[in-house]
C-alpha cells in the first residue's frame, strides 16, 4: 500500500500529470482559464512540495516504515 502511495505521489509532483489531467478534460468539453489552471497547478506542486519537507524519508526503508 506504501508502494502505491509513494508512486502517486511521485507523478502528482511531476507538472506533466496537471498538464497531461487538464488535457484530457479539455478533450471531453471541460474549459478552463490558463490563469485558473496554473493556479490549481501551483497550488498542488505547493502541497506536494510542504508533503515530502513533512516525511521522514530516513525512517522508511524500501516502502518498509523501520
Do not use: R
Not at 509513494?6 to 487538464?22: A, E
Not at 490563469?35 to 526503508?61: P, Q, T, Y
Amino acid at each position: 500500500m506504501n508502494k502505491i502511495i509513494q508512486t502517486i505521489l511521485k507523478y502528482l509532483g511531476q507538472s506533466s500529470t496537471y498538464k497531461g489531467l487538464f488535457s484530457v478534460l479539455a478533450a471531453f468539453g471541460l474549459v478552463m482559464k490558463p490563469e485558473l489552471a496554473d493556479a490549481i497547478i501551483a497550488c498542488a506542486l505547493g502541497i506536494i512540495g510542504l508533503i515530502n519537507v513533512l516525511v521522514d524519508e530516513h525512517s522508511v526503508k524500501d516502502g518498509v516504515k523501520i
